[in-house]
């Protein structure tokens, strides 16, 4: 039966179901812990996937409206992109920028480019407003039709080996490429109104932008052919009729990077809402296959993604040991689990069955099964691409004691309730946010200054001390009567009330925990998106790529492509100077 409660914020009843989405192992408490979040990786429904799906079934076009860049690639160029409902404009502006001034941090103030999605037509006025402005990013004062504002980075190695090749007639060192695998790195990419820009509300109703973060990853794809093209173009100015294009299996395996640091994660914390949705679609998208009895095409299927993801583990260049580690046990794994699948295989009627037989595994591996899983029922999985969105209104009902809400936190808290708060360990870390870039940072409380600006982040702290407090009060009270005399309770009461009756509820972190990592979070967040090749720089900041292994926008379909590989040319005749294959 669905429960039914009042929005404080208009007054009106709305349904809520009751938490049932867990089925046997995978529990609320196992899917939103936080370290199995941390080793989330691309799915069907991640945004990438549902964006290019949506280009190819809805025939979305692009073509080069303005090159105008000079011998050394400086300069603007605009693609125009028709969908079935309107019309875009990517928009790219190309500086020069000193090598001491590349820089991934929010501090920046230069960048090799940036760009912007542009609503509409571009009238010689709007343009010069966009080339005055968009370069300055933050600083600038951008047109309300500016959808996406963002800037980029070269990685210079891979740009200046690329274009030096291909000039020479050459196609680069593959080798080369896999230690980065783009030619342009994000450093951020902001959309839904920041900094005066086009709000995501009227969006609300739009075909092709309704979905959170849908314009974005779009300007990023664009910006992926933007950078290909690009170092074709300065490869033919450099090398003129020695030069060649570069191959379009090579182009497919390069993607976008993205420097990602804190800022990800207090978004996580402060859209609690919205979290609960994207891991609740996802999961039941997850239930959808799980279900389904195992045949042989679909093992066949399943067998040749753990292959591929074998290989794309192998391949993955990074610096961080931990994640070396991470990477080289699910290789070690996989390769047992594949060596034993036709023979094992028949010991289970469903998925469930075999994904649940393997729980013992590090969580790593387990997430790849899951990410190949859902490739094998497409028909099933697409079918929840669309329930992104979320309300996100945080309410308590009328008429309630204060009982009703401590039943709900021994139901869906005891995560928080058992932290020992006195012990310094659980309170270790402070958040706040910077004065110059507004940027989120992690402070030691006792050690360094600004505990007193603290971010209110602490959603573990809070729920623990609403029920002790709680506790402490008549179980019969009437919860409003308590807020009353108590307010400081009132947000992170309608907090647990709204999330408690969620499917998964809030993230089971202690973010100012001494071992907390905020890299869970992050990896949280961007396997969402449908990032690939995570590559931690430290626990606070990572590097990855998006829509590397993607189809090109000329050739963009709907099928699987999962896990980026490097290509393999070695057949290939004339063009390439090695056969270089892992």
Not at 79 to 87: G, K, S
Not at 108 to 128: C, M, R
Not at 291 to 313: N, Y
Not at 455 to 467: F, S
Request: aromatic share 10%; proline share 3%; hydrophobic share 40%.
């Amino acid at each position: 039966m669905n429960m039914v409660y009042t929005n404080n914020a208009n007054n009106k009843s709305i349904d809520v179901k009751p938490p049932s989405l867990g089925t046997g192992f995978r529990t609320r408490d196992v899917i939103m812990d936080a370290q199995r979040l941390g080793a989330m990786h691309q799915t069907r429904i991640s945004f990438v996937r549902t964006l290019l799906r949506k280009i190819d079934k809805e025939k979305w076009t692009l073509s080069t409206h303005l090159w105008d860049l000079d011998e050394n690639g400086y300069g603007k160029v605009i693609y125009r992109l028709h969908t079935p409902e309107h019309l875009y404009h990517l928009v790219v502006f190309c500086n020069e920028l000193a090598d001491e001034e590349r820089n991934d941090r929010v501090i920046a103030q230069k960048w090799d480019v940036t760009f912007g999605l542009v609503f509409g037509e571009i009238s010689g006025e709007l343009l010069d407003n966009l080339q005055a402005n968009v370069p300055l990013q933050e600083a600038g004062r951008n047109s309300n039709m500016l959808m996406v504002l963002a800037r980029a980075n070269k990685s210079v190695r891979v740009f200046d080996h690329i274009v030096s090749s291909l000039a020479a007639g050459q196609q680069p060192d593959l080798d080369v490429l896999a230690q980065v695998g783009y030619i342009l790195r994000t450093t951020a990419v902001y959309g839904n109104g920041k900094f005066g820009i086009y709000d995501f509300k009227p969006l609300d109703h739009s075909a092709d932008f309704d979905q959170s973060f849908r314009a974005q990853m779009c300007a990023v794809y664009l910006l992926r052919e933007f950078s290909l093209d690009w170092v074709d173009y300065l490869a033919q100015k450099k090398g003129s009729s020695k030069a060649v294009a570069l191959h379009p299996e090579i182009k497919r395996y390069l993607g976008i990077g993205n420097a990602t640091g804190l800022g990800m994660a207090p978004y996580l914390i402060n859209h609690p809402c919205v979290v609960d949705q994207w891991l609740t679609t996802r999961e039941e998208a997850l239930q959808a296959t799980l279900t389904c009895q195992i045949e042989p095409k679909e093992t066949a299927h399943f067998a040749s993604l753990i292959k591929r993801a074998i290989q794309h583990f192998g391949e993955i260049v990074t610096i961080n040991e931990q994640q070396i580690k991470l990477n080289e046990t699910v290789v070690t794994e996989l390769m047992v689990l594949q060596n034993n699948l036709m023979t094992t295989i028949n010991h289970y009627v469903t998925w469930a069955e075999f994904l649940q037989a393997h729980h013992d595994l590090s969580l790593e591996s387990q997430e790849v099964i899951i990410s190949c899983l859902m490739e094998l029922y497409p028909e099933r999985v697409d079918a929840f691409q669309e329930k992104i969105n979320a309300d996100e209104s945080l309410s308590l009902p009328k008429g309630k004691v204060i009982q009703d809400l401590i039943d709900v936190l021994e139901r869906h808290y005891q995560w928080a309730i058992n932290i020992d708060f006195s012990q310094p360990e659980n309170s270790h870390w402070f958040w706040y946010r910077s004065v110059d870039k507004e940027e989120p940072r992690l402070g030691v409380r006792g050690q360094e200054m600004g505990a007193d600006r603290e971010l209110a982040l602490d959603i573990a702290r809070q729920a623990n001390k609403l029920y002790f407090a709680l506790k402490q009060v008549n179980a019969q009270q009437l919860i409003s009567e308590f807020i009353l005399n108590q307010p400081k309770y009132r947000s992170i009461a309608r907090r647990v009330w709204t999330m408690g009756h969620k499917q998964l509820g809030d993230i089971q972190m202690n973010v100012l925990h001494k071992d907390a990592l905020p890299m869970h979070l992050l990896r949280c967040k961007l396997s969402m998106f449908g990032a690939t090749k995570f590559d931690p720089r430290s626990d606070r900041w990572v590097r990855i790529t998006l829509f590397q292994g993607a189809p090109l926008f000329a050739e963009v379909h709907s099928d699987e492509w999962l896990f980026p590989l490097l290509p393999d040319l070695s057949t290939e005749q004339g063009g390439l100077t090695h056969d270089r294959i892992a």
